[in-house]
């Protein structure tokens, strides 16, 4: 298996699928597999994390982001 330094936990709650989290995974995970962050993230689908009112949340970097998209993670992971 090979190793991560990092996770980004991104919560599947039902307030979060409502506020799109599957398609945001789906952009995070074309972002991980890019040349610059190749083998250093790992994604992991979580429950609800109980920020239901600021969905979709996803935590990287150990800081949780709130009503995330994509070019907010993307400052958080340079």
């Given at each position: 298996m090979a190793t991560y330094r990092k996770f980004i936990f991104i919560c599947n709650g039902p307030d979060c699928k409502k506020e799109g989290c599957k398609k945001l995974?789906?952009?995070i995970k074309e972002l991980v597999k890019?040349?610059?962050?190749?083998?250093?993230?790992?994604?992991?689908k979580t429950k609800c994390m109980d920020f239901c009112k600021?969905?979709?949340?996803?935590?990287?970097?150990?800081?949780?982001?709130?009503?995330?998209?994509?070019?907010?993670?993307?400052k958080k992971m340079s």
């Open positions: 995974q789906e952009e890019s040349d610059d962050h190749k083998g250093k993230y790992k994604i992991v600021s969905a979709p949340i996803v935590v990287v970097n150990n800081e949780v982001v709130k009503k995330s998209d994509i070019s907010s993670l993307r």
